[in-house]
């Protein structure tokens, strides 16, 4: 029973923690990060039968500092994240991504995108299979922002015909972009998940280039599929195109039943209730 | 000292002992093939030397190093130690003449050296190369695993079983199990006879070498100044000389990671004492420092209350007879007295004055600080009567913020060492890079903390809390008067307070259950437990501890009143 209150290594480890805790809830930066140096030491011990290891605390909390921190830079910021990349092979593509999206919160558009093609090209054993989901999620905001590109080709382009111009190198870059991004886009949207904006910018590029049979496809999948959550944007997402495509009332009816059903107070059953007036239903 | 061979060199007789154990001449530093040998001590009879020479002698392999033994390692840290306290003011016989001799004992009487080796036992390391195909002349040689298990020190699981099998893989026919000689041999060794020696059992040595110059350190304080960093304990390997190469198991035997438990080291000193077959200590008597008189004028001092309590401590004291010269000084080997804890003691009688005087129910002391709170807004002539109200918000207030420090002390507490430890040559690249992007983040973000340094550490000072009476706004309480709680009857001064309550009715029987009595299964008045936690953080011990002690007392106290069998009040239950 002596031992109970023996200070080790772990237990001034926990301690530490806690500490560490109390100063981020309290945005205490600069504590945080005093007891963060000291917490640091850990990562030179063993803690394999952890649910959480020290590194992966680091992780977090070094993120979490940096981020807020008053003297922080990006590049501190940066080389963080490259040190913490290598810490973990089992969390790699996860850290990939927390940076690439930390880096689209500061606007670095294009540091986001090295990144993400770099995770991409990433190969470890069998960790590769191991992480396919990052892999895929990694894809497809790759993919995402193939299609902001591809966006912005389109509209230099639409400045361009209204001027006159005819621009052939920027409408192949577009058209480049769209297969880049139109790939990644359609493989993620085909795992159960909630998609929201890869599905809406996979249909607009359906739309643009006039494949409306696979957008209707891809949204009643998308709305449909039992395999997916149930989504009330799915819903409203197929009815929406619907509109567009100049479908019947019926059919617009019956894209908006489940919506009704799952969200009884969405602001669309204002005009599903306008339509079921006016059919004799 | 104790060599007198005339110099080879310089024909003189002034000798000293390198770290590696062998003897220069201090005149010339010639340095000799002899290493220490016994001359008659106290101690050590009829003992033949072995030369260990043969053992020492430094080998130069091919990169510098050379084969030290595990004793050595420990002989080293002791001297460091033992140091670091000469550095604190401990006076220098301590070292050369005291502790030296207990270490040379304990070597001799563990048959590290100092003997004749008992015949059939071989200093042999484990070698490596055996493959199964071999015959084990020893059926019984445990597997490097159980090996790593055997060792108290803390380890990862995941380190050693990737040791266990990197080490398996090597085909030298030269020991990888450790750095040392016999760093395995010493892990296997049967524990139980021969006292094997640990890094808390260092602090044992100091402890005992301290109880016999009778210095005024207590076993507290010594441990508290361990922890402050003043006496090197945590990493203290790190000061072995380059050529002792660490590494292995030797890492379970010098790199503990946790802070000693005064019970452990208090134990192992009594244990030490004994096998070293010491005879009685010398006198503690009433001029002291570890006097339960002197200690607890100290502990009132400490803990801010008033000076005229010291003489009900010394009332107590005399009483149950534990000022004696008998009670108090060592006798190793006697197992039926009762283990003196000094500064625990002299707590606990604080703490049972303090009861005599106040109750301590959480109601009465209440009720005497009041009428004194009265008393000292009318009369301000004649100094103030002490207050319990006051006093215990303004130790409360300081205790608060001391614990606070201390707490975050321990949470920023840094444990690794500069000196990188690898168990096997295999990982010694991953450990250096896990090391360098530590120390890299630790740049970062300590750059990120803003101005708080880390604090220095601080000088090593016998009183954590202190109180000045020239502070005017009454914070010091040392010149208080009891005057409002005490009476005179038949010519004597006694307290006002006419009840007590024991902690408990019945003591445990301590071999069984390792504790006097309970403090966490019962309820006691918060009062209580306020004084119990203020000797706790005083003495960085925990609270039962201290109440075992005045249990203790209390039953020596009591002790006719309790055959009689008392009629009223025994413990307070809610």
Known sequence: ?281 | RDFNERCAQCSEVNWGLTDGGRFYCRSCHNVTERTREVVNTDFITNSRVQTISKALKKQEKTDGDCEWYICEGFQLILKKQVEALEALGVCPQMKDEILCNFWRCYLQKSKQAYCKRPAGETVKALSVCESSTDVDSDPERPSLLHLLSLSESEGDLQTDCSFASSVSKVSESTSVYSGSVDGSLYLMKNQKEKLRMTMPMTLSFCYMALLWVREPITLSELLRFVVEGHIPYLNVFQHFPEKMKLCGLDLKIFCVESWPVYEEVFNKMHELAAFLDLPRFPDITESCFLHPDMLCMKYLMEANLPDELHNWTCRVVKKIGIGEVDFLTLMPGNKSTRKVKYDVLAAAVIVVVLKLLFLLDDHYEWLLSEFAEERNKNNTEGGPYFEFKKWYEVVKHSLDVEQKKLDEERAKYLWRCEKPLFYSVKNKSKVLKRRQMVVNLQNQFGKLSGSVQRAKKPNPSSFQLSWSEENTDGSCFHGHSLKGILQEKRGLLTAMNPDYWLCTVKLCNEKLCGHLAHYREVEFPQSYHFVLGLFSFLLRIQPSYIHDEVCMIEHKLFNKKLCKKLKYNTVLRK
């Open chain 1, 1 to 281: 029973s002596s031992n109970e209150h023996k200070l080790n290594f772990k237990k001034s480890k926990e301690a530490c923690l806690s500490y560490i805790q109390d100063a981020l809830l309290q945005k205490q930066w600069k504590r945080a990060a005093e007891f963060l140096t000291c917490y640091v030491e850990s990562l030179e011990k063993d803690y394999s039968r952890e649910h959480i290891g020290p590194s992966e605390m680091i992780w977090r909390i070094g993120t979490e500092i940096l981020w807020h921190h008053s003297q922080s830079s990006m590049k501190e910021f940066n080389c963080f994240m490259e040190q913490m990349k290598t810490l973990g092979v089992k969390r790699y593509l996860k850290v990939c991504l927390e940076h690439v999206f930390h880096l689209l919160c500061n606007g670095q558009i294009d540091e986001a995108y090295q990144n993400l093609s770099l995770a991409e090209s990433w190969r470890f054993g069998e960790q590769t299979a191991i992480q396919d989901k990052e892999m895929k999620l990694i894809q497809a905001y790759r993919g995402l922002l193939d299609y902001c590109s591809w966006s912005k080709q389109k509209n230099i382009l639409l400045e361009h015909g209204e001027d006159g111009f005819a621009d052939l190198a920027v409408e192949q870059e577009m058209h480049g972009y769209f297969r880049k991004a139109a790939v990644n886009l359609k493989e993620i949207i085909k795992i159960p998940g909630v998609w929201d904006i890869f599905v809406k910018c996979y249909v607009d590029l359906l739309e643009f280039y006039g494949d409306h049979n696979e957008a209707h496809q891809v949204l009643n999948e998308y709305a449909y599929n039992s395999k997916f959550p149930a989504n009330p944007n799915a819903h409203v997402y197929l009815y929406q195109f619907l509109k567009r495509q100049g479908e019947s009332k019926k059919s617009l009816i019956s894209a908006l039943k489940i919506l009704h059903d799952i969200v009884p107070s969405h602001e669309l059953m204002i005009d599903f209730n306008t339509m079921l007036q006016k059919s004799s239903k």
